[in-house]
């Protein structure tokens, strides 16, 4: 990385009062149309690992590990400038630990509840929340597609108590409760991310943020590249992930028994009453059939 600083004192206030900063135009149309090019190029039902990084309607939601690849989705997230810009945010040399991109898709991209990214790395290891996440916008992003809304201020917050629950996928994910998010938005109001393929949104571990579902017809990709600060590396990695991880496992199998017993027991209720057990009501006229 080049020893000249590339953000100036504004830019680092900025970050530390706001848990955000965003840069304009970062990354060149051409990169970006690249990396949009090749992503189309594949099979997006063959990219995804499982059912669970689908959503209804959608081959491919989300598609995971890209900056270990060798295509021009892992060229941005590993991009040095990029990286080099999060180590002068954070106060520390960074790498990359996890990336992803998201993919919201026209019509039907998915919500995602309101959290903070450290819910799901404090459990790891990691001995602070010294992490930051990266989202450089592949397309035009606003509201209207099911945009990023952000609290800014809210990392300064520190770790805010999260509820589970299952998602449309049958994960388990985290979601920062209404009653929080009301007193959290009258403290710090929210902000609508308004943004253009190659701009880049640097944003702490504890920014409380969230998206809606897409319900346009214009798509909205985003790839993520997540940071960890070189000395913040997680102690016992392997027992602590293996842990963190078995717990979600736990509650998606005590939520998918319970789904199953629910929709057996439906199902058994129907298939042997005479009546009918379902909405609507059927009208006397039409029970007789004709």
């Known amino acids: 990385m080049s020893a000249q600083k590339l953000l100036d004192d504004s830019a680092l206030e900025n970050y530390r009062v706001n848990g955000f900063y965003f840069q304009q135009g970062l990354f060149k149309k051409s990169q970006i149309d690249q990396s949009l090019l090749w992503l189309q190029a594949q099979d ?11 959503e209804p309607g959608v081959d491919l939601a989300v598609l995971s590990v890209i900056h270990k690849g060798n295509d021009p989705l892992a060229e941005i997230t590993n991009d040095k ?12 040399p960074v790498y990359v630990w996890s990336s992803k991109v998201n993919m919201k898709a026209a019509w039907c991209g ?31 992003h606003s509201f209207t597609n099911g945009g990023l ?15 589970p629950f299952i998602n449309i996928n049958g994960l388990s994910k985290n979601m920062i409760l209404p009653e929080t998010l009301n007193r959290l938005h009258q403290e ?19 920014l409380v943020h969230g998206s809606s579902h897409n319900t346009s017809p214009y798509s909205r990709k985003i790839l993520l590249s997540q940071l960890n600060a070189v000395g913040n590396e997680p ?18 199998l005590k939520e998918s028994k319970r789904r199953l017993e629910w929709f057996q027991k439906k199902y058994d209720e129907q298939n042997t009453s005479n009546d009918i057990t ?4 059927i009208p006397e006229h039409e029970k007789g059939g004709y």
């Not at 990029?82 to 954070?90: G, K, N």
């Not at 253009?196 to 640097?202: A, E, I, R, S, Y």
């Not at 102690?235 to 998606?252: G, S, Y």
């Open 44 to 54: 997006q039902k063959s990219l995804a690992k499982s059912w669970t990084e689908q």
């Open 81 to 92: 400038v990029m990286l080099q810009m999060a180590s002068e945010l954070i106060k520390a």
């Open 110 to 140: 998915t919500v995602e509840y309101m959290h903070q990214d450290f819910v799901y790395w404090k459990d790891r290891g990691y001995p602070s929340d010294q992490m930051m996440t990266c989202i450089v916008f592949l397309e035009h």
């Open 149 to 163: 809304c952000i609290f800014p201020g809210s990392h300064r917050k520190g770790f805010i108590e999260h509820s």
């Open 188 to 206: 710090h109001g929210m902000k609508a991310i308004e943004a253009n393929p190659g701009d880049v949104l640097f944003f702490h571990t504890c």
């Open 235 to 252: 102690a016992h990695v392997v027992a602590k992930t293996k842990a963190f991880n078995l717990t979600r496992a736990e509650m998606e």
């Open 278 to 281: 379902f909405c609507p009501p």
